[in-house]
């Protein structure tokens, strides 16, 4: 099992849905980063948070320590969100300098 | 502000020849530096990372080797490539000390043929 999980796999919406994908974990982190890959293969990285939530224009990420779970919002789609959004931790205890990827999901914006 | 670079961003290579990516960081010093890997249909895997001048750490054994023979140069490298290699490849880059923002260079396209 990975110790990131992230879903869904896939998803496809139409322009203007409210958009969540979740990220879970099963170890210790010390952080946890929301990356963006576009279809060229360039990756940007949207958040880094270690507690509560984080706004970024359309964008929200939340995480909940205790549940291992993180969620990445996108509020009034667009199709130019279309991408595949990656999740992944920095372990706790372990080398600050290593992540653990999730293995993304592809959201599809429709117009 | 602080940049990476990644080349070439694309390349097909055959089977058995030498293989050599480049990144370098500007903007900053002593970085964190990592090559990454992702292969069709699987999540990134890092292959490398550096915290310094001729340290490199080797997450996965395989036929690549890395090198960062300046501050913020690394290179990767292989002297018989394989088709397995085929891959998309990425360059980062974090601060030294506690939990940072990652950087990601634009990534290179290898197919090995």
């Known amino acids: 099992k990975n110790e990131v999980e992230q879903s869904p796999q896939n998803l496809t919406a139409q322009e203007g849905e409210f958009i969540t994908i979740n990220c879970s974990y099963s170890?210790?982190?010390?952080?946890l980063h929301w990356l963006q890959q576009h279809p060229g293969g360039g990756i940007v990285s949207l958040f880094m948070?270690?507690?509560g939530k984080k706004k970024h224009g359309r964008l929200i990420a939340t995480i909940n320590i205790q549940e291992k779970h993180s969620s990445l919002h996108i509020t009034a789609s667009h199709p130019r969100d279309s991408a595949v959004y990656i999740c992944?931790?920095?372990?706790?205890?372990?080398?600050?300098?290593?992540?653990?990827f999730g293995k993304g999901t592809l959201l599809t914006v429709n117009p | 502000s602080q940049t990476i670079h990644q080349w070439p961003a694309t390349l097909v290579q055959p089977v058995g020849s030498p293989l050599s990516l480049e990144c370098t960081v500007e903007?900053?010093?002593?970085?964190?530096l990592y090559w990454y890997r992702q292969a069709a249909g699987r999540g990134l895997q890092l292959l490398f990372y550096?915290?310094?001048?001729?340290?490199i750490s080797s997450e996965v054994p395989q036929n690549l080797s890395a090198s960062r023979p300046q501050d913020r140069q690394f290179i990767l490298s292989s002297k018989k490539l394989l088709l397995s290699d085929s891959g998309f490849y990425l360059c980062?880059?974090?601060?030294?000390?506690?939990?940072?923002?990652?950087?990601f260079g634009e990534g290179s396209w290898l197919t090995v043929v």
């Open positions: 980062a880059w974090s601060q030294v000390t506690g939990k940072n923002t990652i950087y």
């Open positions: 170890v210790g982190i010390s952080a």
């Open positions: 948070l270690s507690s």
């Open positions: 992944a931790v920095n372990s706790r205890g372990g080398s600050n300098y290593k992540l653990t």
């Open positions: 903007g900053t010093s002593n970085p964190n």
């Open positions: 550096s915290i310094g001048i001729d340290q």
